[in-house]
């Protein structure tokens, strides 16, 4: 059974990453020597709120504490180049931990795409450990599987919109999926988080199913994830559980996270779980 920590915090987020991972029976496999991880952090402006925090990434980056090599990556996009906006970030880089741009590795590999054949960063491929982490907010499209799209190297994406969930299930598929996924209800928003404001939550959703994560984090959102499609399709991919009732949550109540997500904010979009 695919399992999802929720926990809350006020204060140390290393520790309460920490006890997230043990509650889903720790990352042993995935921190070790000789595996390289690459955090794919998700944002789409640094102008706004809608992207991990700091102290969450680095939570996450002190987690691999065997890692030889630790790359925080993300794509160009037509607001701006990865580069720029792995700015964010700049203070947690050194020797082992580096910004990664996507779309400047000349060392790729050619994937489907969504019946498009499009380069892939060699960083992306296991070994390498792959992690996603997003924001926790009520977009029906998605957030740690819509971090997929940023896999792509191309500047412009949003041809790629048209066909959003395939695009997103056939990376999924085409890396070996997301061995560690990491919501960041740091701050919770009621839509994208484009130009929002986030309620200040403070907690974390952490599974080694992007799927089952994607679920809780939707549900707690307002969100009814059967009537999301990237979810339901993954599921008919065999990529993940997106019953909740097949999902064990464990560690804060869901009943009491839930309550206190669904008194902060109001979907834009989708309806309300009852």
Same mark, same amino acid.
């Given at each position: 059974?695919?399992?999802?920590?929720?926990?809350?915090?006020?204060? +140390?987020?290393?520790?309460?990453?920490?006890?997230?991972?043990?509650?889903?029976?720790?990352? *042993?496999?995935?921190?070790?020597?000789?595996?390289?991880?690459?955090?794919?952090? %998700? $944002?789409?402006?640094?102008?706004?709120?809608?992207?991990?925090?700091?102290?969450?990434?680095?939570?996450?980056?002190?987690?691999?504490?065997?890692?030889?090599?630790?790359?925080?990556?993300?794509?160009?996009?037509?607001?701006?180049?990865?580069?720029?906006?792995?700015?964010?970030?700049? +203070?947690?880089?050194?020797?082992? $931990?580096?910004?990664?741009?996507?779309? #400047?590795?000349?060392?790729?590999?050619?994937?489907?795409?969504?019946?498009? #054949?499009?380069?892939?960063?060699?960083?992306?491929?296991?070994?390498?450990?792959? $992690?996603?982490?997003?924001?926790?907010?009520?977009?029906?499209?998605?957030?740690?599987?819509?971090?997929?799209?940023?896999?792509?190297?191309?500047?412009?994406?949003?041809?790629?919109?048209?066909?959003?969930?395939?695009? !997103?299930? *056939?990376?999924?598929?085409?890396?070996?999926?997301? *061995?560690?996924?990491?919501? *960041?209800?740091?701050?919770?928003?009621?839509?994208?988080?484009?130009?929002?404001?986030?309620?200040?939550?403070?907690?974390?959703?952490?599974?080694?199913?992007?799927?089952?994560?994607?679920?809780?984090?939707?549900?707690?959102?307002?969100?009814?994830?059967? #009537?999301?499609?990237?979810?339901?399709?993954? $599921?008919?991919?065999?990529? %993940?559980?997106?019953? !909740?009732?097949?999902?064990?949550?464990?560690?804060?109540?869901?009943?009491?996270?839930?309550?206190?997500?669904?008194?902060?904010?109001?979907?834009?979009?989708?309806?309300?779980?009852?």
């Amino acid at each position: 059974m695919s399992k999802v920590a929720i926990v809350e915090f006020n204060g +140390n987020v290393y520790e309460s990453l920490a006890e997230a991972l043990k509650l889903i029976n720790n990352i *042993d496999d995935l921190n070790t020597k000789k595996r390289t991880v690459t955090i794919k952090v %998700g $944002v789409f402006d640094p102008k706004s709120e809608a992207h991990s925090t700091v102290d969450v990434v680095d939570a996450i980056i002190k987690s691999f504490t065997k890692a030889p090599e630790i790359f925080v990556a993300e794509s160009d996009n037509y607001r701006g180049t990865g580069s720029e906006r792995l700015q964010i970030w700049k +203070n947690l880089f050194n020797e082992r $931990v580096k910004p990664f741009n996507l779309s #400047e590795d000349a060392e790729v590999k050619k994937v489907k795409i969504a019946d498009e #054949e499009i380069s892939f960063s060699h960083i992306l491929f296991k070994p390498n450990v792959l $992690v996603s982490t997003h924001i926790a907010r009520g977009y029906e499209k998605g957030s740690i599987l819509k971090n997929l799209l940023g896999l792509i190297p191309d500047r412009k994406k949003a041809r790629f919109h048209k066909k959003l969930e395939t695009t !997103l299930l *056939d990376a999924f598929e085409a890396i070996g999926g997301i *061995d560690l996924a990491v919501l *960041d209800g740091t701050h919770a928003f009621a839509g994208t988080g484009i130009g929002e404001k986030g309620v200040q939550m403070n907690t974390l959703l952490v599974g080694r199913d992007a799927v089952a994560v994607e679920t809780v984090g939707a549900t707690l959102a307002g969100l009814n994830p059967k #009537e999301m499609p990237i979810i339901q399709k993954a $599921v008919e991919r065999g990529l %993940g559980e997106g019953e !909740l009732d097949n999902i064990k949550i464990v560690g804060a109540s869901f009943d009491s996270v839930k309550k206190k997500f669904a008194s902060a904010l109001t979907p834009k979009k989708g309806k309300r779980t009852a």
